[in-house]
Nanobody
Framework: QVQLVESGGGLVQAGGSLRLSCVAS????????MGWFRQAPGKEREFVAH????????NYAGSVKGRFSISRDNAKNTVYLQMNSLKREDTAAYYC?????????????????WGQGTQVTVSS
């Protein structure tokens, strides 16, 4: 069992930056690939980024590639999402998730544990 707690969300102007953190407790996070998803009001939850157990493989949604960066510190059981050049359309609740398997981590169904989310609001 893994418990995930996100932090770092907030209100930021368009063009600004935020860094989200996700701390895992319970079984060590290095056992899991990790991902970030987001959900805007009235929309389905969507994939943002995925990182492998070692951190050597990272995948991104096309809409955030080049602006967002996922990383992890297994010693701290923490995964990060650095978000730069934020746009209004990035406004959403952002969720951290843990994946026991070895797929690409692009879909919601691949993940076993989820955090409660942190809100990111980008103003113009």
């Amino acid at each position: 069992q893994v418990q995930l707690v996100e932090s770092g969300g907030g209100l930021v102007q368009a063009g600004g930056s935020l860094r989200l953190s996700c701390v895992a407790s319970g079984r060590t996070s290095s056992r899991y690939a990790m991902g970030w998803f987001r959900q805007a009001p009235g929309k389905e939850r969507e994939f943002v980024a995925h990182i492998s157990r070692s951190g050597s493989t990272r995948n991104y949604a096309g809409s955030v590639k080049g602006r967002f960066s996922i990383s992890r510190d297994n010693a701290k059981n923490t995964v990060y999402l650095q978000m730069n050049s934020l746009k209004r359309e990035d406004t959403a609740a952002y969720y951290c998730a843990a994946n026991k398997d070895y797929g690409l981590g692009l879909s919601i169904g691949e993940y076993d544990y989820w955090g409660q989310g942190t809100q990111v609001t980008v103003s113009s």
